[in-house]
């Protein structure tokens, strides 16, 4: 298996603009879960899905963030309109629980807007 | 919900020393409990975790305790090598989110 697949890797935008990134999971797994990395917060938890379906998205900071899962294999976290304080690495993890094991990341994306 | 709160958040060791990274939880219902190491532009990478029903565990030169009375668990890397230096989480969970704590970076210098 290839992993947790990210993209784009890097993304500079201006802000206001509207930002997509994508997350394609690992093939069985069956949550996958969104985080946003920065220096002074850490690496916090924004949505995580269950199936496809949303259970937990009070991690999500504004209205301006969105995210969805069509189908098992592939996921969006969209900003608009982006600011530059949504700069950050934009990591999605998936996961099999059944296993007891921890997540597998994917690259991240880091996201600039200026 | 959860709180998982770490310390130090660096930490500075001579190769050959041994490391301990400490955290605590908030939620007494947290039964899993995994640490990722996260090299300087990588993912982070899960490299050692424990379950609430184990007091410890050991990998090599990495180990993990957990006291679950005082809901904290620490990391223990012995003989630290250079290679060892990045930035460690530690997290908890409930059921199925992970909640992290800040991270520790640790720089092991030769």
């Known amino acids: 298996d290839a992993g947790v697949i990210q993209s784009p890797r890097h993304e500079v935008t201006e802000m206001g603009q509207e930002v997509t990134l994508r997350c394609k999971p690992i093939s069985g797994h069956d949550y996958l879960f969104w985080y946003r990395q920065t220096m002074m917060r850490g690496l916090e938890l924004l949505i995580y899905f269950n199936n496809n379906v949303p259970i937990d998205d009070s991690g999500m900071p504004e209205d301006r963030f969105s995210a969805k899962m069509p189908n098992a294999s592939f996921s969006t976290l969209k900003i608009q309109p982006s600011e530059p304080r949504d700069s950050a690495v934009y990591f999605c993890?998936?996961?099999?629980?059944?296993?007891?094991?921890?997540?597998?990341f994917g690259s991240g994306t880091r996201l600039t807007v200026v | 919900g959860e709180n998982v709160e770490q310390h130090p958040s660096t930490l500075s060791v001579q190769e050959g020393d041994s490391a301990v990274i400490k955290c605590t939880y908030s939620?007494?219902?947290?039964?899993?409990f995994p640490w990722y190491k996260q090299e300087l532009g990588k993912r982070p990478q899960l490299i050692i975790d424990?379950?609430?029903?184990?007091g410890e565990k050991k990998d090599q030169r990495i180990a993990v305790t957990l006291n679950k009375t005082a809901k904290h668990f620490s990391l223990h890397i012995t003989e630290t090598q250079p290679e060892d230096s990045a930035v460690y989480f530690c997290?908890?969970?409930?059921?199925?989110?992970?909640?992290f704590g800040k991270g520790t970076t640790l720089s092991v210098s030769s």
């Open positions: 993890a998936s996961s099999s629980w059944t296993g007891g094991h921890g997540y597998t």
């Open positions: 997290a908890a969970s409930s059921g199925t989110a992970l909640i």
């Open positions: 939620d007494s219902a947290s039964n899993y």
């Open positions: 424990i379950r609430s029903n184990v």
